[in-house]
């Protein structure tokens, strides 16, 4: 049985029958999710996105410390199910300058590493679990705790677990050593991901095609944005003519790290701008 997104069915009878008879033209099932990666400077961020797609890439050099986003693809296939997933990578830069910045990226929808270190006795793990709690509809968290020089990343995780519940499990590595953990991480990522509610849901074969067609303008013709007219336009273009269903699929394609449509302000620039290249 094919059940609507949950915005779809929040919207109402109307809604849902506009759904089905989209569906009843062509179906698709989508196996995409985003996962953010966030922490303070310096802890091994990058170097955690940067491995689970190589576990022998070397050390990123200081100098090349994330600045504001830098997005990865990350493909995996199903175990049990032979179906490819695909996850859209995004490591945050932790420099204080950019955490005023947050609060736009961060969406639901999503899986959430949080990256310790052991420089400082008491890491700013409140305020990353937090802030994602906040603006993430408790997505599941996996903390991430790089003990360097193998020497423990000194944390209450009795404390942090009984105030933050979406934290699904804590692992330690050793990226600067032998890679220690780092399987079980992507193991746990690969599951976590996995149970995302919206991951192998039914979707109109034309959401799908919207969402190929602003990914072939950012990666042939290079566009790095375009305005909410032309992405109206290329949903009608695809027989989207509901503006409801045009902005659900907007949304949904922010969520799972595709594009960037910020909607909460219906007057601003930005959301009469649909973002194609969000770094």
């Avoid at 506009?18 to 179906?27: A, D, H, M, S, W």
């Avoid at 400077?41 to 600045?67: D, F, H, M, W, Y």
């Avoid at 603006?135 to 903390?143: D, M, Q």
């Avoid at 193991?187 to 919206?198: C, E, S, T, V």
């Amino acid at each position: 049985m094919v059940n609507p997104p949950i915005e779809v069915a929040n919207q109402g009878i109307q809604a849902i029958r506009n759904y089905f008879r989209q569906i009843e033209k062509g179906k698709d099932t989508l196996f995409e999710a985003k996962l953010i990666i966030v922490g303070e400077g310096g802890v091994g961020k990058t170097t955690l996105a940067r491995r689970i797609n190589n576990p022998k890439c070397p050390l990123p050099e200081e100098k090349e410390s994330t600045q504001r986003i830098d997005i990865q693809q990350w493909n995996f296939v199903m175990e049990g199910q032979e179906k490819d997933f695909r996850v859209n990578i995004w490591d945050f830069g932790g420099q204080e300058i950019y955490h005023a910045t947050h609060q736009f990226f961060l969406t639901k929808r999503s899986v959430y590493a949080v990256v310790a270190d052991n420089r400082q006795e008491s890491p700013n793990l409140p305020y990353w679990l937090e802030i994602v709690e906040l603006l993430s509809n408790k997505s599941p968290v996996l903390l991430i705790k790089n003990e360097k020089k193998d020497q423990k990343v000194q944390i209450n995780e009795k404390e942090l677990r009984a105030r933050f519940e979406n934290i699904k499990e804590s692992l330690p590595t050793n990226f600067a050593a032998d890679n220690r953990g780092l399987t079980d991480i992507i193991n746990n990522l690969k599951f976590q991901l996995q149970q995302l509610p919206h991951v192998g849901t039914t979707l109109p074969k034309t959401w799908i095609n919207i969402r190929n067609e602003l990914e072939r303008l950012f990666k042939e013709e290079r566009k790095n944005y375009i305005s909410l007219n032309e992405y109206y336009k290329i949903c009608e273009d695809m027989k989207v003519t509901d503006r409801t269903f045009q902005l659900e699929i907007s949304q949904f394609l922010h969520d799972i790290g595709v594009i960037l449509h910020f909607q909460d302000d219906p007057i601003s620039t930005l959301y009469n701008t649909v973002i194609l290249n969000p770094e």
